[in-house]
Nanobody, 113 residues
Framework: QVQVVESGGGLVQPGGSLRLSCAASRSIFSFHWYRQAPGKQRELVAGITSGGRTNYADSVKGRFTISRDNDKNTVYLQMDSLEPEDTAVYYC??????????WGRGTQVTVSS
C-alpha cells in the first residue's frame, strides 16, 4: 500500500508565496499536482516524471515550479506571485507502475488580503 500526503497549504496574501510538499511512502514514477476550486472541476497544475521532465498549466507557467527529491520520495510545488484565482484545494497524485494512480487528501491554499 502506498500513501501520499500533502502539506504546506495555508492563507497567503496576493503576491505571496507558498511551497507545497507531497511525500510518498515508496518510490514514485511520476507526480502531478492538481487543484480544485469551489464549484469548478479539478484541473492539472503541474507534473514531473522520474527523469525530471516537467509540465505546467498555462495559468501557472512562470509562477509555479515543480521539483522532486527522489531520495525522499517527495515532490514540491513552489508557488510564487500567488493570485486570488489560485485559491483551491491542491491534490498530489502519484503514479506507481504496479499500482496506478494514488491520490492524496489535499491541502487548502487560500490567497486573500
Amino acid at each position: 500500500q502506498v500513501q501520499v500526503v500533502e502539506s504546506g497549504g495555508g492563507l497567503v496574501q496576493p503576491g505571496g508565496s507558498l511551497r507545497l510538499s507531497c511525500a510518498a511512502s515508496r518510490s514514485i514514477f511520476s507526480f502531478h499536482w492538481y487543484r480544485q476550486a469551489p464549484g469548478k472541476q479539478r484541473e492539472l497544475v503541474a507534473g514531473i516524471t522520474s527523469g525530471g521532465r516537467t509540465n505546467y498549466a498555462d495559468s501557472v507557467k512562470g509562477r509555479f515550479t515543480i521539483s522532486r527529491d527522489n531520495d525522499k520520495n517527495t515532490v514540491y510545488l513552489q508557488m510564487d506571485s500567488l493570485e486570488p484565482e489560485d485559491t483551491a484545494v491542491y491534490y498530489c497524485k502519484a503514479f506507481v507502475l504496479t499500482l496506478g494512480d494514488i491520490w492524496g487528501r489535499g491541502t487548502q491554499v487560500t490567497v486573500s488580503s
